[in-house]
DNA sequence: TGAAATCCCAGTAATTTACTTGGTATTTAA
DNA sequence: TTAAATACCAAGTAAATTACTGGGATTTCA
């Protein structure tokens, strides 16, 4: 049960942008060369992160990409949802109600997907970007 | 980020066994025909759960599959583990020592992952067979 | 005006997942 | 002793998903 390279490059690759936060606007082959990625893949990601109000964009000529808001208000958790959808371990136990597994709602199966869903969302929505800068510089330290 | 449908068509199967604990050997047309599966696709899944142990077979007429031990001795995170591999979200954050994601351990990534892989450990590690029955039982109670 | 950048869409390659087929071996019951 | 019922095994194929590429349009700055 994987997150996709998607979500794992983006979480990766926002978290760049967190590093940079109130720098202004970092260009795409900037983030893309430091993660390996190509552009126009990292593109891709970065819009999804647009179009979900996470990150911003400034067009033209010394333009780029920054969070649309401080590290410490943007969770894990959103960004990952913005890239991968919910984060349930299968349909049944996911956010949208008009999925209905037809065997009623006892079904044990669900019950344990449903907790599994339920401790993933848990921990993805508590950790923000500030967090996870804060806990490099602490590893850091610890080096 | 979902389970495929060998750990979910797994657990379901392997539920019933549960539910016949004792009875002797159940035949896989039996457990296939109420989950909507073919034999021979169910057979795969079960010849995984049997060499793992988890599960034991029967040949010839009158065979069939059980449980190789009491249902509060099998947890779900056996079973996962067994068709699905670990169960983390990434390589990085994985059982297997050997993979090293280069960057060195400080990776703020990593460790969000890894925290995302000690939950649903947590999570399916302390549920059993036995509870997914009785769970299912005070369902039913409350219908 | 030209270079640096984002934006957008569509296509393709690669990988993984889901499932099927066909045949072998074992055991029981008639 | 044979036919039926079952598990066992390996390989192949179909379907779906994921990962990635390419090309052109638009915007902005110097």
């Known amino acids: 049960m994987r997150i996709s390279t998607k979500g794992r490059y983006g979480l990766m690759a926002i978290f760049e942008l967190a590093l940079e936060y109130g720098k202004g606007p970092i260009p795409l082959n900037n983030i893309a060369e430091e993660q390996g990625l190509s552009e126009s893949y990292l593109e891709q990601l970065f819009s999804t992160l647009?179009?979900?109000?996470?990150?911003?964009s400034v067009r033209g000529a010394q333009g780029g990409y920054m969070l649309?808001?401080?590290?410490?208000m943007i969770t894990v958790g959103q960004i990952l949802r913005s890239l991968e959808g919910d984060m349930a371990p299968a349909?049944?136990?996911?956010?949208?109600?008009?999925?209905?597994?037809?065997?009623?709602?006892?079904?044990?199966?669900?019950?344990?997907?449903?907790?599994?869903?339920?401790?993933?969302?848990?921990?993805?929505d508590n950790i923000s970007l500030q967090d996870m800068i804060d806990k490099m510089e602490c590893e850091d330290v610890l080096d």
């Open 50 to 56: 647009r179009k979900d109000g996470l990150i911003k």
């Open 91 to 124: 349909e049944c136990a996911g956010d949208d109600p008009t999925i209905d597994c037809s065997k009623e709602d006892g079904c044990a199966t669900k019950l344990v997907l449903v907790k599994i869903k339920d401790s993933i969302d848990k921990v993805i």
């Open 68 to 72: 649309a808001n401080e590290p410490s």
